[in-house]
């Protein structure tokens, strides 16, 4: 039963799996120390970052298929490989959602903003920790884990990795919905109203509730904590919102 499927295809998904995982851990220090405060880094809601996967998987899969290239040939492909990974996964992503999901305008030396010299040199020194360091001693330990293991451990985290990117998906395209109701509101000089608005002053309880963001705002939180250039999007429409709910949204955002 557990050679249904070949030892050698679980062994590369566990290594993206555990890759993804070293890229949350990576994305979030850097991010955290950028923002002066703990960022939880990632498109996902899990501690995984699919990109740093599939990056170490295109490395793997270079070492292992154009070995015989001449040395030169295969170190100019390997070294480019996660800045080519990192365009064309921008140009696929902003084709799928409508939106930039990053934006390197600012940085020195850009193509397009989707890639850049600075992170392109971060990614080269990664491709030689991965290649001579990370790889090997990984798919050691991988290897060790047996094949019934490996297939229990491939089966649980494929089914988290379909759940989370469901709903990581649906929050993007949550988020795209509620920028383009924002803009209607805006354009037609119309002002956000929430349920609390709603409840009769007489009540009296409306402003005790405006303490908290209401749901419709808060799904917001996800999409630009995993792509901070979102925060444009929302801002450029904060004109429709009342003082209290700037005030909440710049205080989740970090600003």
């Known amino acids: 039963m557990y050679k249904a499927l070949p030892n050698e295809l679980l062994q590369y998904f566990l290594y993206f799996c555990f890759s993804a995982f070293l890229g949350w851990i990576l994305e979030s220090t850097y991010r955290s120390i950028i923002e002066k405060r703990f960022v939880?880094?990632?498109?996902?809601?899990g501690?995984?970052?699919?990109i740093y996967g599939f990056g170490a998987l295109i490395i793997a899969f270079i070492g292992r298929f154009l070995a015989n290239l001449p040395p030169f040939l295969f170190w100019v492909i390997l070294l480019l490989?996660?800045?080519?990974l990192e365009y064309f996964s921008a140009v696929i992503l902003e084709s799928y959602f409508g939106l930039t999901l990053w934006d390197y305008n600012h940085e020195f030396l850009n193509f397009?903003?989707?890639i850049c010299l600075k992170f392109s040199i971060f990614w080269t020194f990664l491709v030689l920790f991965t290649n001579r360091i990370l790889e090997p001693l990984v798919f050691i330990k991988i290897a060790e884990l047996g094949p019934y293991l490996t297939h229990f451990l491939t089966g649980a985290m494929?089914?988290?990795f379909i759940i989370d990117t469901f709903h990581s998906i649906r929050a993007?395209?949550?988020?795209?919905?509620?920028?383009?109701?924002?803009?209607?509101?805006l354009e037609s000089g119309e002002k956000f109203v929430?349920?609390?608005?709603?409840?009769?002053?007489?009540?009296?309880?409306a402003e005790g509730l405006k303490q908290k963001l209401p749901l419709e705002l808060k799904r917001l939180l996800k999409p630009i904590r995993a792509f901070p250039v979102l925060q444009?999007?929302?801002?450029?429409?904060?004109?429709v919102f009342p003082e209290w709910i700037k005030e909440q949204l710049e205080k989740r955002m970090g600003k």
């Open 112 to 114: 397009q903003g989707r």
């Open 158 to 160: 494929l089914m988290y």
């Open 232 to 239: 444009k999007e929302l801002q450029a429409r904060f004109a």
């Open 172 to 185: 993007v395209f949550n988020f795209k919905a509620v920028i383009v109701d924002l803009q209607k509101l």
């Open 81 to 84: 490989s996660p800045t080519v």
């Open 194 to 205: 929430t349920s609390f608005d709603l409840i009769p002053k007489a009540l009296g309880t």
């Open 47 to 50: 501690p995984f970052v699919p």
């Open 40 to 45: 939880n880094a990632g498109f996902l809601s």
